[in-house]
């Protein structure tokens, strides 16, 4: 199979359940290939990272995609995502990523593990009750969903009232991230767009009215004080970015690594007794199953990667999945092992874009796998859980379990240091 019909594989339904069969096709052909002119596919780790951290390479911005694409301000949703820190290249990105930038410090994140901590051990406590009959329950739609919107939610000002709107308005809108979308789903993330822009301009008018101690306050008073730092499209589309975003992939990590810790009941065990284990153990499920399987970027200037040579002008597809199951980075790469040396997966990006949430992502899950697998003790799959056909964020449609009726006690225990693997 050479690149081009590889590529085309990994874009069809199957291809998308499970793209890692196709990713280890292409990189049969190396590192770096070209599968079509202009066109690059990179499944290499260093390759990758480089492009990530090279200033040559940057994203679609809006010249570029008035070339491509001349009427995509018709768009709600790409207008949208074109205005925010995801879509922009220094020094807009820049601009844009400081603003925000107080509010993800490592100081910050640490201070809300209380805070994640309690909420995880409530949705906790929903689903034993909701299961103790034996009654499967979806930790999709009851914990993985919940838990890192609510966080995200509280740092935004976000009313808890208005949480469950968003999981359908983020769904349909992040359907624009795909390499390859219909008319039928530009229509549906153009609705999800149109009704997050519509939620915030609400929020950004009560802020003004009353202000409070959140992300959206602080984010509305930079651009009523000063338009050019901010302006009223950024601000909307940055707030819409900062939601899905803080959620989104955090909701796939925690439906993905479930799956693979109940899937490796050795391992899983050794977590639930060693709780100090978790860093270590999601870097690992984030290599493993990556929330975030793809980006791309564009070369302003000629580069040579993997040595291939890019011209100006060419995209290259960075498969993060792929990437992140490279054996020259690491070891039997389809293995699931969370003692690995210094994974560093590329899950989260690397360089000028590298996730602003990072951090609490990590948090959250470090958080969430030591308390399920604590509390819920007989946690098991009750049947198959359902993908979602998409390849740029890859995660769970449902994915039932059962729990047991004794469930362990609230909050998380004291590392007991390190044990023997």
């Given at each position: 199979m050479d690149a081009s019909e590889a590529v085309a594989l990994l874009m069809s339904p199957q291809g998308r359940l499970d793209p890692y069969p196709t990713y280890e096709r292409l990189r049969a052909h190396g590192p770096v290939v070209e599968a079509a002119p202009a066109f690059f596919v990179v499944t290499g780790y260093a390759e990758a990272d480089a492009i990530l951290r090279d200033a040559r390479f940057?994203?679609?911005d809006d010249d570029l995609r008035d070339n491509l694409w001349p009427g995509w301000r018709q768009s709600a949703a790409v207008a949208s995502i074109s205005r925010s820190m995801l879509r922009t290249n220094p020094p807009d990105h820049t601009r844009l990523r400081r603003l925000a930038a107080g509010a993800f410090t490592p100081r910050r994140i640490a201070a809300m593990r209380d805070v994640v901590t309690a909420q995880a051990d409530q949705l906790i406590d929903a689903m034993a009750e909701r299961g103790r009959d034996g009654e499967p329950v979806?930790?999709?739609?009851?914990?993985?969903?919940?838990?890192?919107?609510g966080v995200i939610c509280a740092l935004l000002g976000v009313p808890p009232q208005d949480r469950p709107l968003f999981r359908r308005w983020a769904a349909d809108l992040t359907g624009i991230l795909e390499p390859e979308i219909t008319?039928?789903?530009l229509a549906v993330a153009d609705r999800g767009a149109t009704?997050?822009?519509?939620?915030?301009a609400e929020l950004v008018a009560a802020r003004r009215r009353a202000p409070a101690d959140d992300l959206t306050t602080a984010l509305v008073q930079v651009h009523d004080a000063d338009g050019d730092r901010l302006s009223g499209e950024e601000l909307l589309a940055n707030l819409v970015v900062l939601l899905v975003a803080g959620f989104e992939t955090t909701t796939n990590l925690l439906g993905n690594g479930l799956v693979v810790l109940l899937d490796h009941p050795r391992e899983a065990t050794a977590l639930r007794a060693h709780p100090d284990f978790a860093p270590e153990y999601v870097d690992e499920l984030l290599r493993y199953d990556?929330?975030?399987q793809l980006t791309t970027r564009r070369s302003d200037a000629p580069a040579r990667v993997g040595g291939m040579e890019l011209p100006a002008g060419s995209?290259?597809?960075l498969l993060l999945g792929a990437a992140n199951r490279d054996p020259r980075r690491f070891p039997e790469p389809a293995r699931f092992n969370?003692?690995?040396?210094?994974?560093?997966p590329l899950s989260f990006g690397a360089g000028p874009h590298y996730c602003l949430g990072a951090g609490l992502a990590r948090l959250e899950a470090q958080v969430a796998f030591p308390l399920l697998l604590r509390r819920l003790p007989g946690l098991a799959l009750a049947g198959t859980p359902r993908r979602r056909t998409r390849l740029t964020l890859r995660g769970y449609d449902t994915l039932p379990v059962t729990v047991t009726a004794a469930v362990g006690d609230r909050g998380t225990p004291a590392g007991t240091g390190p044990a023997t693997p």
């Open positions: 940057g994203v679609l979806d930790v999709m739609a009851d914990f993985a969903y919940p838990l890192p919107v008319p039928e789903d009704e997050l822009s519509d939620y915030f990556s929330p975030v995209w290259a597809l969370p003692w690995r040396a210094q994974p560093h």
